[in-house]
């Protein structure tokens, strides 16, 4: 096989998926080079852009470094913008020069589209990249400011009113966001929350129209409830610095309006000369390969692809993962020299949308959610993706962003607690704490040796001087002492001086202390359970589950190695054994 070069246009969903599919293809084929371009450090998870715009999380949320997701890969990243694609020549104009290729996959995503209505694009806010959900936050709290000093009533009015036009996911997801940031902005600045109007603009007779009907109703209802205005059939004809317009001729108005109804393909395409269809999106047949040109793929929301019924495929994140699994196998068949094709075949799995940080409604396969089950089952799925593409490091942050960092301005209480929680300490004190504790179940686990607890199981048996059942024990507790330990004695002695060295051993080396205090936790309430155990030394241990062998322990070479192996494994499959 002679040398082939693919390039990737784009860090986004369906060009990562893509990059990591092609990667595993052809790992182990020095000749072939896999090169991704994208103007951007790092990848944007946008279907969560309106936390940042509603300050529910910081703005390094949403982003995953590309040399972090494609690290311990061979794909290479150039972080430059693409001036120009030559098809002809098979070359790409970088800003600092040029770069040939034998087989391109275009992914650069989309963007926002104004349908051409008035005022739109010059006085409206984006939701499509961090730097529109920092100015959509700016904005908001720019309002806020100003109210707070404006005596004229109706100019109050006007800065205190934030439309959002499209009551699609994206759109309610934002309002949703406001709805919960705005009633801690108005006690933050002593304005009564009943002065702020948050409305919907939709030019549909529903909004979520394309959800299930009840699970559309429920999240009406719950918007209702927390007094978000919704205005259906109302199609916005204009906007202007200081107001919108629909079609009914009622003017509202609000120095913000955030767009969310129209996206369209990246204007980037249409400079490529690739043949395009709606909204911009690259005309493709069955396998993703452009009609003129079969060395280029296009995938995403770039392709305008079909599902069974002869319609276009939606701009999913879902469709963008598929696409760029078909276009990968594809792509890398036609390298292969290899006479099969998989034909793109949509499979989508359902739809997740957060009403602020509590209430969501979803519908997956079929299923119907909603309330904190579909927010639990969102995160979940975020947490799913990021693994994937960041792994458990990127889920550790994503946790943290979401149930620890204070974003927002909490209530007092909640503040303080988060700020308690946050706090951090050096790790050599808990190495103080945590080889003291080893100590004591090393001279315990010594003790039981000394006493023959590994030779003859005469220690727990009914009569024997160890209690095991006190006068409070539980029912459970003793149904499993009578039917099991005074079974099997000698095999629970075993056990537990065992338990006793390894949990000594994790504290005393601070080796996978995380585990010994797991293990060392659940003896404890066992001997709780007993009546014999302590609080003091249940509390004691409970500290060590947080990296106390971080300092001074051998968890400082260790857990960093781990978690390298299991990037690696992620991508590769096996364990990488160099150093």
Request: hydrophobic share 45%.
């Amino acid at each position: 096989m002679t040398q082939k070069s693919i390039v990737i246009l784009g860090g986004g969903y369906a060009g990562i998926e893509a990059a990591k599919e092609l990667h595993k293809y052809f790992k182990r084929n020095p000749e072939i080079s896999i090169i991704l371009i994208d103007q951007n450090p790092f990848h944007g998870l946008i279907t969560e852009l309106h936390e940042v715009a509603g300050f529910r999380v910081e703005n390094d949320s949403v982003k995953i470094p590309l040399k972090h997701i494609l690290r311990y890969t061979k794909v290479r990243f150039i972080n430059e913008r693409a001036q120009k694609v030559d098809l002809e020549n098979n070359k790409i104009v970088l800003d600092s020069g040029e770069i040939t290729y034998d087989y391109l996959v275009v992914a650069t995503g989309s963007e926002p589209s104004s349908f051409g209505i008035p005022g739109i694009e010059e006085h409206s806010f984006f939701l499509w990249s961090l730097e529109d959900a920092i100015k959509i936050k700016q904005q908001v709290i720019k309002m806020f400011d100003l109210a707070k000093s404006e005596k004229d009533i109706e100019k109050r009015k006007e800065l205190l009113t934030f439309v959002v036009g499209g009551g699609g996911f994206t759109g309610v997801e934002m309002i949703g966001e406001l709805m919960q940031w705005t009633r801690y902005l108005a006690k933050e600045y002593r304005i009564s929350p009943k002065e702020v109007r948050l409305i919907i603009i939709e030019a549909l007779p529903q909004i979520l129209y394309s959800l299930k009907e009840n699970l559309a109703q429920k999240a009406i209802g719950y918007l209702k409830k927390n007094n978000v205005e919704l205005m259906t059939n109302s199609p916005i004809i204009e906007v202007t610095p200081q107001s919108v317009t629909v079609k009914s001729g009622q003017t509202i108005k609000t120095q913000t309006v955030i767009w969310t109804s129209g996206v369209q393909a990246n204007s980037f395409v249409k400079e490529t000369g690739l043949t395009l269809t709606k909204r911009n999106r690259i005309e493709v047949d069955k396998y993703l390969r452009t009609t003129q040109h079969p060395n280029v793929y296009a995938v995403g929301d770039n392709a305008y692809s079909l599902d069974d019924a002869g319609n276009g495929v939606p701009p999913f994140v879902e469709a963008a993962l598929q696409t760029a699994h078909t276009a990968a196998y594809n792509l890398a068949n036609d390298i292969k020299v290899i006479d099969k094709k998989k034909e793109f075949k949509p499979n989508f799995h359902g739809v997740l949308v957060s009403i602020g940080s509590i209430y969501g409604v979803a519908d997956l396969m079929g299923f119907g959610l909603s309330w904190i089950f579909a927010t639990a089952m969102k995160h979940i799925v975020n947490l799913h993706y990021i693994f994937e593409v960041g792994g458990l490091e990127s889920c550790i942050k994503y946790l943290q962003h979401h149930f620890l960092v204070n974003a927002r301005r909490k209530p007092l209480l909640a503040e303080a607690f988060i700020d308690h929680v946050n706090a951090r300490s050096r790790s050599y004190w808990l190495a103080i704490a945590r080889i003291a504790l080893g100590f004591v179940w090393l001279i315990s686990a010594i003790d039981k040796v000394s006493h023959g607890w590994l030779a003859i199981g005469d220690k727990l048996v009914s009569g024997a001087s160890l209690q095991l059942v006190g006068p409070d024990s539980p029912t459970s507790y003793i149904w499993f002492v009578e039917n099991f330990i005074y079974r099997y004695p000698l095999l629970f002695q075993i056990t537990i001086t065992l338990t006793e060295l390894f949990i000594a051993a994790t504290f005393l080396s601070g080796a996978f202390t995380f585990l010994g205090a797991a293990a060392a936790i659940f003896m404890n309430i066992n001997f709780f359970l007993s009546g014999t155990g302590q609080l003091y030394l249940l509390l004691a241990h409970i500290p060590m589950l947080g990296g106390a062998g971080r300092a001074f322990g051998l968890d400082h070479y260790i857990m960093p190695y781990l978690m390298k192996q299991l990037r690696f494994w992620q991508r590769n499959g096996t364990i990488n054994l160099k150093k």
